[in-house]
């Protein structure tokens, strides 16, 4: 099945410097791959998505780049803030053969934004 | 004001009681899921839902059951056959099939003793 490899799964940075988390995925077949940022005790929430159509989107300080051909994708996070610091997660769509859709998860980077 | 509601927060019980997570939303999505978090790990499917009666087993859905009577609810038990139940448990929902994103409940957190 499905399999998304996300590191590093910790990573500390100065204010200001920039962060990149990277993921793995191994179904080719898969065309949508979303970033959530969960705060302690809280929902994850999507900051960005990228669908297999376009190699890289921009919101502000957080962008997305997507290699299909060699089945990974990056979050880039410029001029990092405090508020910054918490659990990332990517993911990667599959499509089963009797067309139900779910969202397999990557484990996790805790990243940490030093003042 | 849309979304999704997991009650309760936090949930205790005793090691083998089962115990019924509840989920609720008025986004009016067909698509409903349910996922486990451990410390350390990602979010893995126990069970989902596309349409209403109707549910498919997700990764880990041993121990676990659900019904899906209403397009709105969604609840989960946790059945004494699970082995570690203790964790942070995530209601979400979608549209619909190829619909992302997924929306998330506030979850609840489980400990078994």
């Known amino acids: 099945g499905e399999n998304v490899e996300q590191h590093p799964s910790t990573l500390s940075v100065q204010e200001g410097d920039s962060a990149v988390i990277k993921c793995t995925y191994s179904?080719?077949?898969?065309?949508?791959f979303p970033w959530y940022k969960q705060e302690l005790g809280k929902r994850p929430q999507l900051i960005i998505d990228?669908?297999?159509?376009?190699g890289e989107k921009k919101d502000q300080r957080i962008a997305v780049t997507l290699n299909k051909t060699a089945k990974h994708f990056s979050l880039h996070i410029t001029e990092t803030q405090p508020e910054d610091s918490a659990v990332y997660f990517c993911a990667s769509e599959r499509v089963e053969m009797d067309s139900s859709y779910k969202l397999i998860f990557g484990s996790g980077t805790r990243l940490l934004v030093r003042p | 004001d849309g979304g999704i509601t997991q009650s309760p927060k936090y949930l205790f019980r005793k090691e083998g009681q089962n115990v019924t997570l509840s989920c609720e939303q008025n986004?009016?999505?067909?698509?409903m899921y349910w996922y486990r978090q451990d410390p350390g790990q990602g979010l893995r499917l126990i069970y989902y839902s596309q349409i209403v009666n109707d549910f498919q087993k997700g990764d880990i859905a041993e121990g676990y059951s659900v019904s899906r009577e209403k397009k709105e609810s969604f609840p989960l038990t946790v059945t004494s056959a699970q082995k570690n139940p203790t964790a942070f448990y995530l209601c979400?929902?979608?549209?619909?099939?190829?619909?992302?994103?997924?929306?998330f409940g506030n979850g609840t957190r489980l400990t078994v003793t």
């Open positions: 990228i669908r297999s159509n376009v």
């Open positions: 179904d080719s077949a898969s065309n949508y």
């Open positions: 979400a929902s979608t549209p619909g099939q190829g619909f992302p994103p997924l929306h």
């Open positions: 986004l009016n999505h067909d698509a």
